[in-house]
């Protein structure tokens, strides 16, 4: 969905365990933003992030939840000891050099805490 | 806070005919999105408006942009099956990056 990869796209965890999220984003793309969407309801943003750097986290919960876009390689969401509220699809998007500029969403990771 | 209410929350209609959905903010907006997703995937973005009363159109969907940059509407002309999805709208604040996302519109188009 518009070049931004999100990988797994169906992830499975017990309560307790942790889940990693992976995200893509499209060619040329520096800035990466994290939301989440429960059913029935729009998307919330959680965190955004350029190169190395977390520009703004105040969406993200203050335990269990870290994001991280290195230098090289995917963005990351990570969710320690996850419960059963963290059930949700979680959306990466990225725009171009400006954070002004649209942003475009991968398809999702649907994660399910049994 | 801010928040984008989006009416109806639901639609069905029949293939062929017209609807229009809405956007509505008591804030200000620099640019709002509008965005459609199908089951199972992420948002797909349709149109940026970013200036007060702006028009702009994509085949059979006409966007508006309210004056005031505070609401936005959505005109579907002879809907088809394919419109069927679920429509949301998002605004982003003067100089920041963060969306603000609607609750979104249900639509169903019927054969």
């Known amino acids: 969905n518009a070049g931004v990869m999100q990988n797994p796209r169906h992830l499975v965890r017990r309560r307790g365990q942790e889940a990693r999220l992976r995200c893509s984003p499209m060619?040329?793309?520096?800035?990466v933003y994290w939301y989440r969407q429960l059913p029935e309801e729009g998307l919330k943003f959680m965190v955004y992030?350029?190169?190395?750097?977390?520009?703004?986290e105040s969406g993200m919960p203050k335990e269990r939840f870290s994001a991280e876009f290195p230098k090289e390689g995917p963005s990351i969401l990570r969710i320690q000891q996850v419960v059963r509220g963290d059930s949700a699809a979680y959306f990466c998007?990225?725009?171009?050099?400006?954070?002004?500029?649209?942003?475009?969403f991968g398809d999702g990771t649907r994660l399910s805490i049994l | 806070t801010q928040l984008l209410e989006q009416s109806p929350q639901f639609l069905s209609i029949q293939e062929g005919e017209n609807l229009t959905v809405y956007c509505n903010s008591s804030s200000v907006f620099s640019s709002l999105q509008w965005y459609r997703q199908e089951p199972g995937e992420g948002p797909v973005l349709l149109v940026t408006?970013?200036?007060?009363?702006e028009v702009k159109k994509l085949k059979r969907l006409t966007f508006q942009f309210g004056d005031a940059r505070k609401d936005s509407s959505l005109h579907i002309t002879a809907a088809q099956t394919g419109d069927t999805g679920l429509y949301l709208c998002?605004?982003?604040?003067?100089?920041?990056?963060?969306?603000?996302f609607g609750t979104g519109t249900r639509l169903k188009v019927l054969a």
């Open positions: 992030l350029q190169k190395e750097n977390i520009i703004d």
């Open positions: 998007a990225s725009s171009l050099w400006d954070s002004n500029q649209p942003q475009h």
């Open positions: 408006v970013v200036t007060g009363g």
């Open positions: 060619k040329g793309h520096s800035h």
């Open positions: 998002a605004g982003a604040n003067p100089g920041t990056y963060k969306y603000i």
